[in-house]
């Protein structure tokens, strides 16, 4: 058995242990849920506990000519607990980069439970996709959300709840801005995402809706989001700071850089140490957006190219730093011109 450390414990004395390189949650109380996991995956009645874990490289190689669902039984046999009533989740994110939330209202708790990657597989849902499935094929997780609710609900309930937190995974996403990896624009989650979502069928607390308009759909939006929030800035350093910079915001975007530099007139180096000082500036990152948010109109059919075009190199004039505004000309001929 693997060596184990109680980390957190909720209200309704669930235990939350860090192993070696797995996150295992032990149920007090007799749990319902929905998972998307392929070990017990779907809506089951009864869990007693769930895990996330951090594939290692010989895990990975291992996968490669194994069954999923055996090998998460197989990890179920080492960590002594039933295969028959756990569910879990991998992924390449590192299990002490995971964060922890709960809120609450009066006598309702809701726990959530992140571990975030999103630097390479990020996308956009109606992407293009990067792979087609055909007798079975397995994919890791990158972004992995627990959440635990002590409240009772329902199989249909417990559906909500989860469309209620994969729309909040999402929200965290575009907060931070975060591009996807497969097209011009924001990502709604990764390729490869887990989620688990239980109550506890032992309370007497009986909820029936679990969308954005009741107080149980808020408590989990809102610790999902701070959860995954946390989770990407502790795995891949993504935060609100980060974020508010013109070349992140720019490179949404993305165009070859170094034709840009090979046709820059101008002493290059000079300008990418001034270009250094001037992508913080809030000045400069507001007018960017500004630029960017006029592309993603015209990439969706909501202005005119033209329209765009004159407006967006009216805000470009306005920014004070020629290296910035230099990368807007290009940005703006290339995509709205």
Request: aromatic share 8%; with cysteine; proline share 1%.
């Amino acid at each position: 058995m693997y060596s184990n450390r109680l980390i957190f414990k909720t209200s309704s004395e669930d235990e939350i242990f860090y192993l070696k390189d797995t996150i295992l949650v032990n149920f007090k109380h007799n749990r319902n849920g929905v998972s998307s996991s392929e070990l017990n995956g779907g809506t089951c009645d009864l869990y007693k506990s769930v895990f996330n874990q951090h594939l290692s490289q010989d895990k990975i190689d291992y996968l490669e000519n194994h069954d999923v669902c055996e090998y998460l039984i197989n990890e179920c046999r080492l960590m002594e607990i039933d295969s028959n009533y756990s569910t879990g989740l991998i992924t390449l994110a590192e299990m002490n980069n995971l964060s922890i939330v709960s809120k609450s209202f009066r006598n309702l708790e809701v726990t959530s439970i992140s571990t975030a990657g999103v630097r390479t597989n990020a996308s956009k849902a109606g992407d293009p996709s990067s792979y087609w499935q055909e007798n079975g094929e397995y994919h890791f997780g990158t972004i992995n959300i627990i959440v635990l609710i002590n409240a009772n609900l329902s199989k249909s309930t417990l559906i909500e709840a989860f469309m209620t937190a994969t729309e909040a995974k999402t929200v965290a996403l575009n907060n931070l801005k975060i591009p996807s990896q497969y097209s011009n624009g924001y990502a709604t989650g990764t390729g490869t995402d887990g989620l688990c979502i239980f109550s506890n069928v032992d309370s007497d607390d009986k909820i029936t809706n679990a969308g954005k308009h009741s107080k149980l759909g808020e408590l989990i939006a809102k610790s999902v989001i701070e959860s995954v929030t946390k989770a990407i800035g502790k795995q891949v350093w993504i935060t609100n700071k980060s974020q508010s910079n013109a070349l992140v915001r720019l490179n949404r975007y993305t165009l070859d850089i170094n034709e840009f530099y090979n046709d820059l007139d101008c002493d290059k180096e000079k300008f990418i140490r001034q270009l250094q000082k001037d992508m913080g500036n809030q000045d400069n990152v507001a007018i960017t957006t500004s630029v960017l948010n006029l592309i993603d109109e015209v990439e969706n059919d909501l202005i005119k190219k033209d329209d765009a075009y004159e407006l967006a190199c009216q805000i470009k004039e306005k920014c004070r730093s020629y290296p910035i505004r230099t990368l807007l000309d290009y940005w703006i001929k290339y995509f709205i011109h």
